[in-house]
């Protein structure tokens, strides 16, 4: 951070600095605005302004007399919400698994034109994937060159695939990600726990299958797919973005207005 970063700016970011690693976690409370002050050799009116707009980027929740808390994130206002396919599928009374495929970390040498854009990392030159040994265990190698984390995972419905996931998510804003047990954890109800997601933006196309997602959803190559694919933001940046494969067939979308 330069020495031309305003003030109220260096404590926004230090205040998400300590929400990404844990330690200030959804619901807890933060130092008082007195406490940053004397921490940054600022005024409290600079303090204040941090706090207000982190508060306006629903990271923060101020509370009347009690002081300021890390808010607990909702996505309830979308007609597609982050939900938890393991906890959807038990809930239709259906038997749930994850298969993870594999787990690695990404350098941006390794990274294609798609991740450089929607991550905003421009350094590396590209170099082709398929060159790239992919480490299907946890002991991923998480060096300080990696920039993103990637996971595969198949969810299967009584035995039966149901959805080919596919994310990337900031090595640097959520560093234990990878280190998760992805066939216990949910990767969104992760998330969601460890980091302010802001908002997120998706969309829902139908796309023929290639061969990689027609082999985790055993059919055939080519078959109809319907695909989300979603990103999701904190601090204006984007944390994580996940393609979602479905069987056109197995699987369908659905709300109310």
Known sequence: M???TPAYQRIKNAILDNIHSG???AGKAIST?????????????TVNRALKELSEERVLERRQGSGTFVAQQQFNHTFVEVRNIAEDLKSANRDYEAK???????????????LRRKFGIDEGPVIDEESVPVNTNAQTDASDEAVLYEVKIIHFADGQPIQFEERWVDAKKVPKFIDQDFTVVNTSDYLVEKIPLESGSYTIRALAAPNEVADAL?????????????QTYSAGQVVTFVKMWHAGDRYQFSGKL
Do not use: C, Y
Request: aromatic fraction near 4%.
């Open 100 to 114: 993870v495929v594999s787990k690695r970390a990404v350098t941006a040498a390794m990274l294609d034109n798609e």
């Open 23 to 25: 330690k200030w976690q």
């Open 2 to 4: 330069t020495k031309t």
């Open 33 to 45: 605005e007195m406490a940053l002050a004397e921490e940054f050799g600022v005024s409290r009116m």
């Open 218 to 230: 055993q059919i055939t190559p080519q078959s109809p797919t319907l695909v989300l694919r979603r």
